[in-house]
């Protein structure tokens, strides 16, 4: 399922969203314009079994300082669209219940959260974790409490063809996030691809941090 938009207009401007956008899509640019996202990817993703470095005598901040950078590198054309979007539609509501400055903390704060879940899920993977996903995953998970009746234009692949529904915000991320859990089920997640327990933990993040930062009464 893809949402095309929500019906769910915002009162103040988005500032922080469409920050966060053009600084992703500003990195992705230089990432190929350098010519080596694969040394990027490599020496600012995230690389759980780095961790391992935290606890032996060869201190290095690289592995806490990977987890912030991560957040901002993509994998490629078609991942930075997906995520982009996703943050697009369910963003701005998220920053309009929260007051800017605080949603950029959080947002962060879910991105840390999907960090450590996917480092927890897979202690000794080499394969560096890219992407804004579990940060955008908490944004999901805070929409889905604040606004669950909001309605979303959504694009479903039926066979061949695409339908166009509304569907209330509380289905579709249920859907979404049910789609996460089952994608982790019996994949390996030191084995690479989509980095599913990310997803889990920045989603379960949005929640739990959502009180915190919640100050305006719900529409």
Not at 109 to 124: E, K, S
Request: hydrophobic content about 55%.
């Amino acid at each position: 399922m893809i949402p095309i938009r929500d019906m769910n207009p915002s009162r103040t401007f988005p500032f922080f969203t469409i920050l966060i956008i053009m600084f992703n899509s500003g990195i992705f640019i230089l990432e190929f314009i350098y010519g080596k996202p694969d040394l990027i990817t490599r020496e600012f993703g995230l690389v759980p079994s780095d961790f391992s470095i935290i606890f032996s005598d060869n201190l290095s901040i690289a592995p806490i300082r990977n987890i912030f950078t991560s957040m901002f590198l993509h994998g490629g054309l078609l991942h930075i669209l997906g995520n982009m979007w996703f943050l697009w539609v369910f963003g701005n509501n998220v920053e309009d219940a929260m007051g800017h400055l605080k949603f950029i903390i959080f947002y962060i704060l879910c991105g840390i959260g999907a960090a450590m879940t996917q480092t927890i899920a897979a202690p000794n993977s080499q394969i560096p974790m890219v992407g804004a996903s579990g940060a955008i995953s908490g944004v999901l998970g805070a929409y889905l409490f604040l606004y669950p009746r909001a309605i979303v234009l959504t694009a479903v692949p039926i066979f061949f063809f695409i339908k166009l529904l509304y569907i209330p915000a509380a289905i579709f991320i249920t859907l979404w996030f049910i789609f996460q859990i089952l994608s982790s089920i019996n994949m390996n997640p030191s084995g690479g691809g989509v980095a599913w327990f990310a997803h889990i933990g920045g989603f379960i993040s949005g929640i739990v941090f959502l009180k915190a930062f919640y100050t305006r009464r719900k529409r």
